[in-house]
């Protein structure tokens, strides 16, 4: 009788640590998502129970935007599509429920039955794989590639890398479990080259890496980095930071034939991202910092001749896939001195704002602005309509009310008649109704445009303020690229007339982080 206690009593505390093990799989099984738990989406959606109808759920593994959708069948027709990650309603009788990646006879199904006020979650025995392409220093690039699912050879369709510099998000393919062959695109399925296979776990969430050369773009490497994959998970963060320079040295006797000159002119961009994405929340800080110097012939000392400062602060909560509510903070200045130089010693005159006249004879160079002058901010508040986002392009409209501030300390603008008169200029604050234009275009796998156009009508005043930003970034190696920016502003309370700058770099590229 003993004997019997004991083994039943071991059974029991067997079968607890077998439960309390189970558990401990499954919610290791469920938390390898980036999305939260299936248990938490539900609870995310704050949705009550329609009386008469029942609920289908079928969990996120990543970002319902990126995963394929999911059809309700009765019979032989469709009642609802529906995200991944959210409910429909259904009326109560036995349905059947496709989703997946692939057409629609690869499509996982399953055969269900609804009751009224029942909420029917769908166990996650599918498994989710993202696909990341890398180079061999860390950049994400935007390559195609070509999944086929073994032994069968059945192919799934195309897919592409992400450019994180952009924003792009990896797409999430839903499949079977199984064996699956990556290969790239062109290559066939029976390749010995440029390929790497995955086996996909029931209810797990794999994301996969490719590491490609960049010269060749042959595959040198794949597999799962389990710390890069840990830190996507945990962090909704993303960080990205590069260092871009150019030189030109000119050593010539063009002048005379005994005389050598040389002239040098360098210049330096620092360019950071800090992103936070989640389903609602995105937050992006970018920060670019140019800087150029230059040294003629017959000087000794080199001159800035290119000097910005740009921040630019977004938030976007969205209530919706495309629309969003956005707050958005942006500075404009300069770290430097401005100096006007002259060639030969001139009379100048410095008009101050309540019509004082200065007059600084036989100089051959005058301060114009201190550092940090002009300082331009933006504030703005209002609402984001996203009305293209796709591989290939993506268009964004922004409306709402903004406001500007020229704090123009100590600033001295040149007259427009006389390169030898300057005046004092006030700061100035401004408000009004705002928009904004912001698209980019990839139009070959080396070639982006980007364009950002943002436009402030002032309350009590019939001019426009407006800054176009037009850029071309052609990248012709790993590391070196072509730039080509256009900037267009136009603001009376700093200068009467249209600004318009033209930058063209061929920019080498380090990644800092």
Not at 211 to 233: A, P, Q
Request: charged share 20%.
């Amino acid at each position: 009788m003993v004997n019997v206690k004991f083994k039943i009593s071991y059974m029991v505390i067997l079968a607890v640590f077998l439960q309390i093990g189970c558990s401990s799989l499954f919610a290791q099984m469920e938390y390898n998502w980036i999305a939260p738990p299936p248990k938490t989406q539900l609870k995310m959606e704050q949705m009550d129970d329609i009386k008469g109808l029942g609920r289908l759920f079928l969990p996120a593994m990543t970002n319902s935007d990126f995963e394929p959708v999911y059809t309700v069948w009765k019979g032989d027709s469709i009642i609802r599509e529906q995200k991944m990650g959210l409910s429909v309603w259904l009326r109560p009788g036995e349905y059947t429920v496709a989703f997946g990646s692939g057409n629609i006879e690869q499509m996982i199904k399953k055969k269900i039955t609804i009751q009224a006020q029942e909420t029917k979650m769908i166990e996650p025995d599918w498994s989710g794989l993202t696909i990341r392409i890398l180079n061999e220093v860390r950049d994400w690039i935007k390559e195609p590639y070509e999944i086929f699912r073994l032994p069968e050879r059945e192919a799934f369709g195309i897919g592409y890398g992400a450019d994180q510099q952009l924003g792009e998000k990896l797409q999430t393919w839903i499949l079977k479990p199984g064996l699956y062959k990556i290969v790239k695109l062109g290559e066939n399925v029976n390749t010995f080259i440029n390929f790497t296979t995955v086996r996909l776990i029931p209810g797990e969430l794999t994301q996969y890496t490719i590491v490609m050369d960049s010269e060749t773009k042959n595959y040198i490497g794949s597999g799962v980095l389990l710390f890069e994959s840990e830190s996507r998970r945990i962090r909704n963060w993303s960080v990205f930071s590069a260092l871009y320079g150019s030189l030109t040295l000119n050593h010539a006797n063009d002048v005379t034939s005994e005389e050598q000159e040389t002239s040098m002119a360098f210049v330096a961009q620092l360019d950071y991202n800090i992103k936070y994405s989640t389903q609602h929340h995105y937050f992006l800080a970018r920060g670019l910092f140019e800087e150029g110097w230059n040294m003629q012939p017959r000087e000794t000392n080199l001159r800035s001749y290119l000097d910005n400062v740009r921040l630019k602060n977004l938030y976007i909560f969205y209530f919706s896939p495309v629309i969003g509510a956005y707050g958005r903070f942006f500075l404009d200045t300069n770290l430097f001195r401005t100096v006007r130089y002259y060639d030969d010693p001139t009379n100048l005159i410095l008009i101050e704002r309540n019509g004082t006249e200065t007059t600084y004879k036989n100089l051959k160079q005058v301060e114009l602005s201190p550092p940090l002058s002009p300082l331009e901010l933006k504030e703005g508040i209002g609402l984001n309509i996203q009305f293209l986002k796709s591989l290939r392009a993506n268009f964004n409209v922004r409306l709402g009310m903004g406001f500007r501030q020229n704090i123009n300390t100590q600033l001295y603008t040149q007259d427009t008649n006389s390169d030898s008169v300057f005046y004092r200029k006030s700061s100035s604050y401004l408000r009004g109704p705002e928009a904004s234009l912001i698209g980019n275009y990839r139009i070959f796998k080396n070639m982006m445009i980007t364009s950002e156009i943002d436009l402030l009508m002032p309350s009590g005043s019939e001019t426009v303020v407006y800054d176009w930003e037009n850029n071309i970034n052609l990248r012709l190696t790993q590391n070196v690229s072509l730039d080509y920016t256009i900037r267009i502003k136009r603001d009376e309370s700093i200068v009467p007339y249209v600004q318009s700058e033209q930058i063209l770099l061929l920019r080498y590229s380090y990644s800092l982080f």
